[in-house]
């Protein structure tokens, strides 16, 4: 790297290691009332949206974790239709639910109001579907959101959280997961990101013991590649609240006339299949 | 960083981005006849071998690549018996190849003899085959190995090069592939390492091409994470000689009998899902 280039780097701690996009120009930053935002122009990458110091998304791979949290939960839900995500201030997971026409109601519960005027100015893709009539977008915290929520109301909620440090953690409890499922009707499915399978195994290992301590009746875990958050593979865990996960409904993935880029039936399917290291608790080859 | 700690770092100039590993101490640097070698301890990672610049492989990841290459092309054969290994010189391809029993000769040919006596050194894990008296290693030229090997010889052909840079880039043309193609036998297959989907997509289009152009009856990819490697994601090509590919020999994969920490038998038909914008290549958000 030479003196003249301009880097963003995310380092990892968890890791020892750092990746980093190279930028052509800082488009924004702020300090909002709950965290520093800040807004790149990068080579290839697209725009980068970094909050607190970690990427939160590029234009250029965004699409593999959105949709990755998005099409899977709905198309194994028999039928969705009121949908709550928590976090999301980027609104890429809001974009991708409301492209199921049988989606009544999306709920965005996002504290930070600013992380979605800058997605609006900045990621304008992401946001094509803010003004659509069942999206409602509520700026406040959605831990007592859902405890709010009237019992049984939603059909589906998404935890599309930051990393679990600070305020976050709270999104990762059992208490929270428990509060959820009170929120959730019948067949109610819950997916919530959870991180790396390389170097958050135990995180994700919690994660299902928490849910099912919660009384969730069945958890899994689906795999997918994410470019730019540390290892470049990620997780989102499902579960469903009162009885055995239903089943893919396949046949309407393959009908879904919308467009998708990195989701299909197959990649839905694919998704689930179990690393070995993950089936069977081996070491991997540094622990 | 603070100026006391140590990083490598591997700048991709194809997508303006690098990926750093913090290490703790540089255990081996030479210049062999072809390429520079150098070895590191990392804090996370373990031991980290690196060829002119590029990370060739981590103790810790190597696993899912390694495995990657070579059992889904050896469950995919019905009956594998010789294998030839071109490039590989770290010996992790070897060492997979030979827990598959039906194997009865697997020659390693990588021109570099410095590299396999390095792996030997600071990746023993991966070398534990290398004096299994079915295995011979070669160093010589791959290209001409191929172009002198007896027609119809090997049942299975893996090249584990390098990217398509320099000298290596001979081991991504059609010819290389048409003379591969003669030393395969009846049902034989090819499968090559083909670099990132999110980075390198028309490279894979085009060896998809370049083999059938060579006389590859049909070819398909599989995908798979891999960490340490430009955008973490990455893919291998795979190519049957005169007729369609053979089916998937899924029973022996679940009957395995031997230990591998990311494939199974889940994990071979997930990998050859097709990512949407492979399948009916759609523009990526930023092209």
Redesign the interface.
Known sequence: ?TSDEK?F?E?CD?????????VTQKLHEEQSAYQHIEVYA?????HLLVLDGYIMLT?????IYHEMMTHPVLFTHPDPRRVLIIGGGDCGCLHEVLKHPGVTQADQVDIDERVTRVAEEYFP?LCVSNDDARAALHFVDGIKWVEDAAPGYYDVIIIDSTDPIGQAARLFSQEFYASCRRALGENGLLVAQSESP?LHRELIEAMQDRMVSAGFAEVTTC?F???TYP???WTATMACNDRALPGFRAQDAVDRGF??????E??H?????????M?VS?D???D
């Open positions: 790297m880097w780097t380092k968890d890791s020892g290691s750092s990746f980093s996009l190279k990068t080579e290839h990458f697209g234009a250029l791979d965004n699409f893709e390389l795999y590649p994410q470019p290892s470049g593979w467009t998708t880029r990195y989701y299909n197959q990649i399917r694919a998704a689930f299949a179990i690393p070995e290291f089936n081996l991997l080859p540094v």
